[in-house]
């Protein structure tokens, strides 16, 4: 049982929890270099203590190419898994106090999302990603709480791919999106969690259903959304109160710009789609911070099903993911753009559009 906290990092990891201030939270991490990549041609020019980060522009020299965005942490390439799962362990635990949360990677293709999110293809148990980590972090503390609260865990896990939701975990075939108070996808299967190994093999099967195509930029990478939810449901012995929270973790389809004369077809309309889905997340989130009556959840399948997960006392966190290569300078500029509109947001008194 690997990840089962002792007690005294439990009340220390709930403290935690109570002093998380605001609802959106931006992490940006930066993966290493891979073994072909030449390690000295790195775009990140500075990586701060205190969520700074300095982006330097290839073609341009000193700091007039230099820009400085700032987040609430940066992981530089050094950070392991069990580090980033560290940091994020009491936003994932505050589900079983009733709360919803949405735990998003965004990057361009081959920026490390998959690698945040999952680990690596036959990961090692400490390559072992977010997905893997919660579930089964939420898994064995709700056991751990057995005698004052019993909890249910279950788990769905779908994929949005063209705008279409498929269930990864059931049948084949196109579900809908359901209204904001009831489950996000009704009819996609619901599996309850009873052990670790349940929860590896759920994970498993999901991921293996997963579309991928083939990309000039990496050859699995992944043009849909994938989110899995854990569902908790709690029932307090002593009151019989019941509480309710959900953990959604997105996989996001790559946010690279497409070359309209380079792509065509089928994978000008993926294109087109995440475009649309990825905009429309943007515009969500925006909204939400400006506190604006109408927030924008109908204009992409994505939103819809996050819809109740996105704002009132939800809160969210996102990875932003950058390959630090200077090939991929217009990229992560575009990306830490993307991210610099939703950080310092704070998600909260917007009204539910209905
Ligand atoms: P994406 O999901 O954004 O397309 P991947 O997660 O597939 O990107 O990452 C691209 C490659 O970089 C993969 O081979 C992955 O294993 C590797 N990688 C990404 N992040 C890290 C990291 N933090 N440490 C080690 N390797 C990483």
């Known amino acids: 049982e690997k990840y089962h906290a002792t007690l005294e990092e439990n009340r220390k990891l709930f403290n935690e929890v109570q002093e998380l201030k605001g609802n959106i939270r931006v992490y940006c991490r930066i993966r290493p270099f891979r073994p072909n990549e030449d390690h000295k041609s790195s775009t990140t020019e500075f990586i701060g203590d205190n969520g700074e980060l300095v982006l330097a522009n290839p073609t341009k020299i000193g700091k007039e190419g230099s820009k400085l965005f700032k987040f609430n942490k940066v992981l530089g390439p050094m950070a392991s898994q069990d580090e980033v799962f560290k940091d994020i362990q009491p936003l994932i635990r505050s589900v079983l106090d009733g709360y919803n949360v949405c735990i998003f990677a965004y990057g361009q293709t081959g920026s490390g999302k998959t690698y945040t999110m999952t680990g690596p293809e036959s990961a090692t148990e400490e390559e072992l990603g977010v997905n893997f980590r919660a579930l089964n972090d939420l898994f064995l503390i709700s056991r751990s709480r057995g005698d004052t609260i019993m909890y249910d865990v279950s788990v769905q896990m779908i994929e949005i791919y063209n705008e279409q939701i498929r269930d990864l975990l059931g049948m084949d075939g196109i579900l809908n999106a359901s209204h904001p108070n009831g489950l996000a996808v009704p009819d996609a299967t619901i599996h309850p969690v009873n052990s670790t190994s349940d929860v590896i093999e759920l994970m498993r099967t999901g991921l293996g259903n997963r579309a991928v195509g083939a990309t000039a930029l990496n050859e699995r990478s992944s043009r849909s959304h994938s989110v899995v939810t854990v569902h908790i449901q709690g029932v307090d012995l002593k009151t019989g109160a019941t509480l309710r929270g959900a953990l959604h973790l997105v996989d996001l389809a790559g946010s690279e710009r497409v070359d309209r004369s380079a792509v065509t077809g089928d994978r000008l309309k993926e294109a087109q789609h995440i ?59 575009s990306t830490l753009r993307f991210a610099e509109r939703v950080s310092g947001v704070e998600l909260g008194a917007a009204k539910v559009n209905k």
């Open 275 to 333: 475009n649309k889905s990825l905009s429309a997340l943007g515009d969500v989130i925006f909204s939400l911070s400006q506190k604006t009556s109408h927030v924008p959840y109908r204009n992409s399948k994505l939103t819809q099903v996050l819809q109740s997960s996105l704002g009132g006392h939800a809160k969210t966190l996102m990875f932003v993911q950058i390959n630090p290569d200077v090939s991929s300078y217009a990229e992560s500029l």
